[in-house]
């Protein structure tokens, strides 16, 4: 089983619609995972069933007896996080503020506060296009701990390749570079970058190469929109060989791209005779063939 | 007043409207303030070219181990809920990275051997061009935790410009660090596209801001793209609907070489003043 991780520091460019294609191209031979739980996307390229859903517990919150509490006011004058407050004389719980720490309910000295778990989210594994699975997640509205949601998603994937004997996991990682991008690249085999031709582009390209390398991940990179600034291409590529990251293909800025995900469709299966299906096509040959020579 | 831009789908366009809104407010002789809170990849400073007037290391607080009374009781372990601290028989080890800063350890340690202390997350810096402030927040790479440091960017602006519109430019999603820089403003302005994944993305930041009870107003970017279902949803939603920006390839080439595009494309302009009339009427 071989992990490939997708993902690009700035959002908007195009990450999931060039992962979508990957899976869809490699069908039943990959197992896909949408780590980007914040805002998931994937199962609309790919037509996902939402087959077997399993509620995602994480965190807690501290929730107050008002016929245990005496209104001493302990709870409030530990809390770090501003979560606890007075209200018509009763401590209450600021549900969003809490951060489910449990100083609180250690310290109230009359056992009035309790922990309860918090539902994050919503597991997801799916039935996708081209006999392929999906896992995938849906955070909770307000909730926290999307890392651990993503490690959640990641790991389900990897089981379901081990057990059914799939050679590819494809995950699609979040934007920035903080817990659930850390999360996603956890284990990966190699990592695809997609950036863009502007200078955001480039400025949070360079942050994620550099918490590459904190990992020691290899990575390729994939450059879109490479044709709304021949400058600042030359840059990225500059850059990037002086990283010793390989740049595998540069993609125009092509309004095709939102057509296809304006019809639910990866770019390859919307039209797979066009410019970009065909250098998606072939870059996924070549990923493969890198990954296949590396593990 | 406090506005958050913010978008459940990154890429669709907060950092260009919230830097040419700031902007053009300012031109237009109001007193405003920009942070950049997307600390994990800032941007608005490509856009914005101040003189740097301010640095300061931002910190968060976590417990550092003094052996010389510690009994290794494990008292400390056992009240971390976010497994930050290891206590072994002969030392204890604690993992700042996953350290919550909520101090149950340090000031239950019966013998008082773990003393918060600050330590590094990132920074803030300030920026001033001729007519306002900037500031950006800054998470070192490696830190996981963004959300002290959008906590103490947000501190920074309501103690320093007390009486100035502010303009927060949120990290994309619906998480922790999107809730952080919204949950005390006065309004939310979502940004999405005209498209499918506009659409399932707005409707999560939706939902999120109906949780933490904001007003909300839209900003569809790259219209002329995709489809009607964003629009739809909005007025079955009830949501202002505050500008449409037209799709215009010349808009992406203007972003793209970091340059504000209010002052060169016509149609872009009318949008932020539609949006600057929007935010007038909300006072």
Known sequence: MREIVIISGKGGTGKTSISASFAYLEGSNAVVADCDVDAANMHILLDADFSSKEDFFSGELAVIDESKCNNCGKCKEVCRFDAIEQKDGQYIVDKISCEGCWYCSRVCPNDAITMVKQKAGDLFVSNIKNNSTMVHAKLGFAAENSGKLVAKVKQEAKILALKNDKEFVITDGSPGIGCPVISSLSGANLVVLVTEATVSGLHDLKRVVKLLKTFSLEAICIINKYDLNANITQEIEEYLLKENIKVIAKLPYDETFTQALTDAKPIVQYNDKSQLSIIIQKSWKEIKEIIRSRY | ?283
């Open chain 2, 1 to 283: 007043m406090k506005v958050t831009i913010a978008s459940g789908k990154g890429g669709t366009g907060k950092t260009t409207v919230s830097a040419n809104l700031t902007a053009y407010l300012a031109e237009h002789g109001k007193s405003v303030v920009l942070a950049d809170l997307d600390v994990e990849e800032p941007n608005s400073g490509l856009f914005i070219h101040g003189k740097q007037k301010l640095q300061k290391i931002a910190n968060k607080m976590v417990p550092h181990w003094n052996s010389t009374d510690c009994t290794y009781c494990g008292e400390c372990a056992d009240v971390c809920n976010f497994n930050a601290i290891v206590a072994l028989s002969d030392e204890i080890i604690v993992h700042p990275e996953l350290c919550h800063s909520c101090y149950a350890c340090s000031e239950l340690c019966p013998t008082n051997s773990l003393p918060m202390e600050a330590e590094r997350i990132g920074e803030i810096k300030v920026f001033e061009t001729k007519n306002f402030d900037f500031i950006e927040g800054r998470l070192d790479l490696g830190q996981e935790m963004a959300v002290p440091l959008i906590a103490q960017t947000i501190d920074y602006v309501d103690e320093n410009y007390p009486n100035h519109i502010k303009l927060l430019d949120a990290p994309p999603g619906t998480s922790c660090p999107v809730i952080e820089a919204s949950k005390e403003s006065d309004f939310v302005i979502l940004i999405t596209e005209p498209t499918p994944f506009g659409l399932n993305d707005l409707t999560l930041a939706v939902e999120t801001m109906k949780v933490l009870e904001k007003k909300i107003g839209v900003i569809i970017n790259r219209h002329g793209i995709g489809n009607n279902s964003v629009e739809e949803y909005c007025a079955k939603e009830q949501i202002p609907i505050i500008t449409k920006i037209k799709n215009d390839k010349a808009v992406a080439q203007c972003y793209a070489k970091g340059e504000l595009i209010y002052p060169k494309i016509e149609h872009f302009k009318e949008s932020i003043k539609e949006i600057a009339r929007f935010l007038e009427g909300l006072k």
